[in-house]
């Protein structure tokens, strides 16, 4: 039995009861074909005919439930088998294109082959995983889940690369070629020359092209490329695989951005959406936890900000440490690297304690007091105790914009943390935006200053 609509019917019906032993009982096989059913005018008709032929043939609806049961499982272990062949072929071809080596023309059929039977995964195995993880009441999976030979909607490992490797299909049908391996291997490594520019700058405007219409091509992008830096990194182990990809891609995106991409300044709605909804599960780089094992998310309150665009959480259950929610999955590690580069110096950066390998959070240290929560207690000139350093903090601050002539582009109180009284750190990435006096007093003002001290503070920064 073929793995198709009948099989895919068969196990959704089957996820849907929770006991095995209860299976057997509510659903009906049909008579001459292969089909499992649990509702319906069919499943009521078959019911009746059960019950009359059953007077003749008895227990002829279980050995038929039987054997349309065995049926789906030997289908599915089929397929299986042949997804995890796909994967295993698909992903060597992957290394050797990265590797620049010659591939014979038995490998590209087989290529071929494993790309066939992965989009056959996608079309019936993906929806049925997704579902199952969903599915809160079922204590443990039905029957054909657990048969020991297969592991199709069990095994996450095999559910991870076969989707990876589904999204860089998708971006070769959505582009009409295949990703340019040996140009990003070239930025990756600093050997990007003049030759490569012209082909570079064909695929960027490929992928504007795309996103000017409309396409939701930027996730489909950076997953595609998060799949092939994996396979790339596999011997490295998993934490530093991680690593390696997350900068890697966010120097080829941050590189391609310079070049004129459009397509990591863009808000991804259906990201932002799923992002609001749901509790997220997901290795974390540059993090405070273990960067091998999962880590636990969950969405608190809201950071109280209009300059927080709705993005800023706090992290349920855990003190001191916020959920900084991407507007897609690129912007983090653009931003990550863009940061390195030419942050804004004025203001200690953001202290992050690990952010997404999918892009979808960064996990943010808010140790210490927000400054616009800062409570100033002096009543004159001179100041004194607590109010002398946060003065001079900003008064620092100042002189560095003034020296560097520069502006942080999203300056605001509310995202400075005041640590130990003795630096200002930021809650957010902060990048130089062209330097703005009217600004730079506006923001003394949001921050709650009295009169005197503001003066203080333009006068001692010679603003």
Known sequence: MAFDGVVSGNLWNLMLVPEDSRAEKELVPGLWSDRLYAGGTTY???????????????????????????????????????????????????????DEQRISSETWKQMRQATADLIEWKRWIYPLYKFRQRIKHIKRPPSPLLHPDQEILSSSSLY??????????????MMGKPLPLKQVRKIIEGNSGEDDKPKLMRWIQKLNQLHAEGKRIQPVFHAALIAVLRVAYADYGTAIAHRKTFNHLGLLEFQLAQWGCSLFDSVDAKQRKRSLLQTFQGHCVYSAYDESAVCEIALGEKLSSAKTEERIYRHEGVQDELVWLAMNTSELGVKWFKQTLCGAKAINPVHVNGIDVHGRFALINSRGLRLCRYHWISVGLPLTGDDLAVANMLVHMLKTMIAEKYTPKNLSSELLVIEDFKTLRALDFMFKDPFDREK????????????????????ESKL
């Open 160 to 173: 991870e690369d076969a989707k990876g490797l589904v999204r860089v299909i998708r971006y070769e049908e």
């Open 44 to 98: 009521y008709l078959l019911l009746f005919t059960y019950a009359l032929v059953e007077k003749y043939h008895p227990g002829l609806r279980a050995k038929r439930y039987r054997h349309v049961h065995q049926k789906t499982l030997d289908a599915i272990k089929g397929l299986d088998e042949r997804t995890r062949n796909a994967v295993r072929v698909y992903e060597q071809v992957q290394k050797m294109v990265w």
């Open 440 to 459: 730079i007093v506006s923001f003394l003002r949001e921050c709650g200053l009295p009169d005197f001290i503001e003066r203080f503070i333009l006068s």
